[in-house]
């Protein structure tokens, strides 16, 4: 069974959401997990103990003070024993609890306990998702690295239609099983990843674009984190972003790119270049929008961000991507060379299911000792095998 050996402790708290806690609680224990529930004073206004107790065959915990146990101090003994903390639903109240260190009831003092790996879903009002301080609380813990599922969109028990509903049961518990099997083989490593295709404004309304959409740089910015690391992602405006907790850096151009990564890298152990920056740029931008009939377009060349950082990466990690229409493995050894990567993942980008936009790669990776070629899978799945090919540099 998936998570067979593994405890996990469910925190519920006090929103309308509780009620499909139950459901999460069922399907962790059907995958073999030892389950704890914890509920909130507050959630016990919406749902009741005894179904958890009789979903996870343990005792349902919602009183710090209760002595009944027959065990030493009970939020510290869970903090210990739990391999992860979910708390599903999360109210705004509960996340600022734990951001500002805040130990009131037997929930926050195991969270604050524990040094497993907490995940929140959240669940609330849009309105209380999007208020400053949830959005300031939830940045803190993210940095600290508490993990996040984000909340849906759709019809609020508030009656507003919004973000803020809780991610369904099966989702977390998916993610549940992706961070409890992990590896987490890249503990303590600060990852930069680049992502998506920068833009080149010709005048104020128009740029020079390519069809790169961030899918790839965002699989392994999800890989990383689930991994351990901590990731910097640097991302072109409309690369998609990870689903998991990263430090973003939004930029427009290459020459925004280039600085962002010259500038952060400096706190990375890695740094993955899976963007695609435009090569050119105009010679001249436009101050007004450009009206005539013919438009005549003088470009020039654009920094090459990873042959730079190449020069100056000392014992840091680069690994560069190649996306080619013929000649890959000889031009990709070339670039492997000329820019002092440490490994360059190539792909065919005419080969069907492999690049731009699609969920899927078909790429050959190249060190400086080896070339693995390896078939059509998904980018997730890439990413992982690009993480472990990292290991091995
Ligand atoms: C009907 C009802 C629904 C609520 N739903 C939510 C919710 O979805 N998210 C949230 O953050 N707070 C919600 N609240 C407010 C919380 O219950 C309140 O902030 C409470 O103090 C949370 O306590 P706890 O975090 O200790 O469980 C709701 C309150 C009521 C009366």
Redesign the pocket.
Known sequence: MRLSGKTVTVGV?????AYKSCELVSLLKKAGADVHVVL????L?FVAPLSFEALSGNRAITDMFDRAHDWKIGHISLAKKSDLFVVA?C????AGKLACGIAD?FLSTTLMATKSPILLAP???TG?LTSAAYTANAKILAERGVLFIESGVGRL?CGDDGKGRMAEPKDIFERICAVLNSKNDFCGKTVLVTSGGTREPIDPVRYIGNRSSGKMGAAIAAAAVMRGAKVIYVAATDAVAPNVPVDIVRVETTADMRKAVLEKSEQADIVIKAAAPADYTPQKVSDGKIKSDELKLSLKKNPDIAAEFGKVKGNRKLVIFSAETEKLEENAKEKLARKNADMVVANNVLAPGAGFSVDTNVATIITKKKTVSLELMSKAALADIILDEIKEL
């Open positions: 708290t006090g929103g309308i959401a909130t004073e507050h959630a206004n639903p109210t705004a109240n509960l009831d669940a609330m009002n209380m028990a």
